[in-house]
């Protein structure tokens, strides 16, 4: 029994061991506290920053879409990036992005542009480019217990990153105009810039009038039913921009016989500021373009010659340019020049693309008179060159050009663009290289 007692460890013998325990134990709960609240930090932060350059990539390309063809769109759409990646710092809760930012955005968010959604991304870019990419490489982050982590191997500082980009989808409007035109189905080559018989800039009758050979068949002026819409007082409110039917290609389209030229005159009007009939007062439902200028006096349609003159003159059309022998008119390429300097020159009560239409492209083959049914090939979108006169019924064409692509209104295609029409800026996954590796900070 004596000698059972003596082999029994004594209590203060343990002491040592416990406190190892103690320290083994509340080194495990330091480093799980660090992983908890360091983590979560970073968590967060990565969302905000990861929505700020969200923002930011769908504002400068949609600022890009908006200023494509000036000479200074490059940077415009890098400032409308950075501006509104500023403002999301400036939200609540967002103080740690803010300090990084500083009053120097452009150390910290980097802008670039490329033709194709895959890059390469550079700035300034291509002349052709259409996306956008915003990336932050490193946002620097207060370390609560990171200087825990870094003793048990973590040599990184603690940072979060994001890279975001954005740009143009084709989509199916539903904010067409009662409008349509012939396409031809065999001479669309989009690579060759050539949409269902159309290239930019084409100058081309929108509406017809009296006297003019039918495009579609006798009666028909390429009006079009939206809908259920029928009659005067609905293609007023449709040209307009009152009546929205989505549409898609494969569908058809019913005629809307007639000239109505009246209801059409108050409503298409309505797009240069010019407010007439049961219109008169609609300056605040129907607002008109940024720009509301045209040369005067108005290019009229010599019948004889199926050509559209100006003082006489022959139009002539190229690249987005309108001319006469003796003169310029104003155009496509003066009215997207004076958008991309606005607010300078624009109306303070104007929206932007007012003056682009939103046209079915039809295939008239085998219409005849009266109403028809007529397959839609496509959607063009059209600039409209000048206000329609009142009352008189063989000047009541709608002269337009086309421009190819314009600004959408209904849910994006889930690929980049790759033809012509309406587009709608949407976001894309980010690429690191052009074999389309994912970058793992998008």
Same mark, same amino acid.
């Given at each position: ?34 992983l908890a609240l360091d983590g979560s930090h970073m968590l967060v932060n990565k969302t905000r920053l990861q929505n700020a350059v969200d923002a930011a990539a769908l504002s400068g390309a949609k600022t890009l879409q908006q200023v494509m063809g000036s000479g200074n769109a490059d940077s415009l759409a890098q400032d409308a990036a950075r501006a509104t990646f500023q403002l999301n710092a400036q939200a609540a809760g967002n103080d740690e ?25 550079? *700035?300034?870019?291509? =002349? ?36 975001? =980009?954005?740009?143009?989808?084709? #989509? &199916? ?26 290239? *930019? ?46 549409? &898609? ?20 009007? =309505?797009?240069? !500021? ?17 720009? #509301? ?24 059309? &190229?690249?987005?340019?309108? &001319? #006469? ?24 009560? !104007? ?26 090939? !496509?959607?063009?979108? *059209? ?60």
């Amino acid at each position: 029994m004596n000698a059972s007692r003596t082999m029994r460890p004594l209590p203060r013998a343990q002491c040592g061991s416990v406190m190892v325990l103690i320290v083994v134990a509340l080194a495990a709960i330091l480093l799980m506290a660090a992983l908890a609240l360091d983590g979560s930090h970073m968590l967060v932060n990565k969302t905000r920053l990861q929505n700020a350059v969200d923002a930011a990539a769908l504002s400068g390309a949609k600022t890009l879409q908006q200023v494509m063809g000036s000479g200074n769109a490059d940077s415009l759409a890098q400032d409308a990036a950075r501006a509104t990646f500023q403002l999301n710092a400036q939200a609540a809760g967002n103080d740690e992005l803010a300090a990084a930012l500083g009053e120097d955005p452009a150390s910290l968010v980097q802008v670039d542009l490329a033709a194709s959604v895959y890059g390469p991304f550079s *700035f300034p870019g291509p =002349t052709d480019a259409r996306y956008v990419r915003v990336s932050v490489t490193q946002l620097p982050l207060t370390g609560f217990f990171w200087g825990l982590l870094q003793v048990f191997g973590n040599s990184s500082e603690k940072a979060v990153a994001a890279a975001a =980009t954005a740009g143009p989808s084709p #989509t &199916s409007p539903c904010n067409i105009a009662p409008l349509m035109v012939c396409g031809n189905p065999a001479q669309h080559q989009p690579d060759a810039g050539l949409f269902w018989g159309y290239r *930019f800039g084409d100058l081309e009758v929108l509406k017809g009038s009296a006297g003019n050979a039918p495009a579609i068949g006798p009666g028909n002026f390429q009006l079009i039913r939206l809908g259920d819409s029928s009659g005067g007082a609905d293609v007023r409110e449709a040209l307009a921009g009152g009546v929205e039917q989505c549409n &898609s290609v494969g569908e058809t389209v019913e005629t809307e016989p007639g000239n109505t030229i009246g209801p059409v005159a108050q409503g298409f009007n =309505t797009r240069f !500021g010019q407010y007439s009939g049961a219109l008169s007062n609609s300056g605040d439902q129907y607002p008109p373009d940024l720009i #509301t200028d045209y040369s005067a006096p108005r290019m009229t349609y010599n019948n004889s010659t199926a050509q559209a003159e100006y003082e006489g003159e022959v139009v002539n059309a &190229s690249d987005g340019n309108l &001319s #006469t022998a003796s003169s310029a008119l104003l155009d496509y390429n003066d009215w997207r020049q004076r958008v991309a300097d606005c607010p300078n020159g624009c109306r303070s009560d !104007g929206v932007f693309e007012r003056r682009i239409l939103k046209i079915v492209l039809g295939d008239c083959s085998g219409s005849s008179s009266g109403q028809v049914s007529v397959p839609v090939l !496509g959607f063009g979108c *059209f600039f409209l060159v000048q206000p329609l006169p009142t009352g008189a019924g063989n000047e009541a064409q709608i002269f337009g050009q086309f421009v190819s692509e314009c600004e959408g209104d209904n849910v994006p295609d889930s690929n980049p663009v790759d033809d012509g029409g309406p587009q709608i800026i949407q976001l894309y996954k980010t690429y690191i290289d052009n074999n389309r590796t994912p970058s793992s900070d998008s």
